[in-house]
């Protein structure tokens, strides 16, 4: 359609040029070949530009088309991959909540267990007839039972600490250890020292 809009003008620029010079008088016709010519490249070359132009805006849809392409195939493989991966998660928050609900299960069986465990070791130590007031009296109690074991252990420690000595004396001192008599030990030797 252009070209041919063109050719119109081009005709209707001649015509006009050959009856501005006169009625029935004829034109340079080189000049207004050369014109027309020249008109013609100019226009020509113009097309060839939008053309090209044309061309390149092509090449670059069918890039943009090519990229969005590759990224709608980029997109669906993602949400395939998301949604394969949304059953495990939600496999893994079912155990999660099954490992949760066991572990309070556990915790109470566990409270439980202590509490008659302390129970039983109550009832062993302070049988059925102790009341839970009378408990603590009696723990309060024991401290002189271990006191008189712990001067027992002190008391034997000393004896044998006396025997120590007595035996190093004897072997430092052979002739005062000849003296004694008999009959004569650490026991007697305290004594005799008391009265």
Do not use: Y
């Not at 040029?17 to 070359?45: F, K, M, N």
């Not at 004896?159 to 007697?188: I, M, W, Y």
């Amino acid at each position: 359609m252009q070209k041919g809009w063109m050719e119109e003008r081009h005709t209707d620029v001649t015509v006009e040029e050959c009856t501005a010079v006169g009625l029935g008088g004829c034109c340079d016709c080189r000049e207004v070949v050369t014109r027309i010519t020249e008109q013609v490249r100019a226009e020509s070359e113009q097309w060839t530009e939008m053309q090209a132009m044309l061309e390149q805006v092509r090449l670059e849809m069918q890039d943009l088309q090519s990229s969005r392409d590759l990224w709608e195939r980029r997109a669906v493989a993602s949400e395939i991959s998301v949604r394969s991966l949304h059953a495990p998660m939600l496999e893994w928050k079912h155990r999660a909540h099954v490992s949760e609900r066991r572990v309070d299960e556990l915790q109470k069986q566990v409270s439980e267990l202590q509490k008659k465990l302390l129970h039983s070791l109550r009832f062993d130590l302070f049988g059925p007839s102790f009341s839970s007031q009378e408990r603590p009296e009696t723990h309060r109690a024991t401290p002189p039972r271990i006191k008189s074991q712990q001067k027992k252990k002190t008391t034997d420690s000393n004896k044998e600490k006396e025997k120590h000595v007595l035996v190093c004396r004897a072997k430092n001192s052979p002739n005062d250890f000849l003296k004694r008599t008999p009959l004569q030990d650490v026991g007697n030797i305290s004594r005799l020292h008391q009265r």
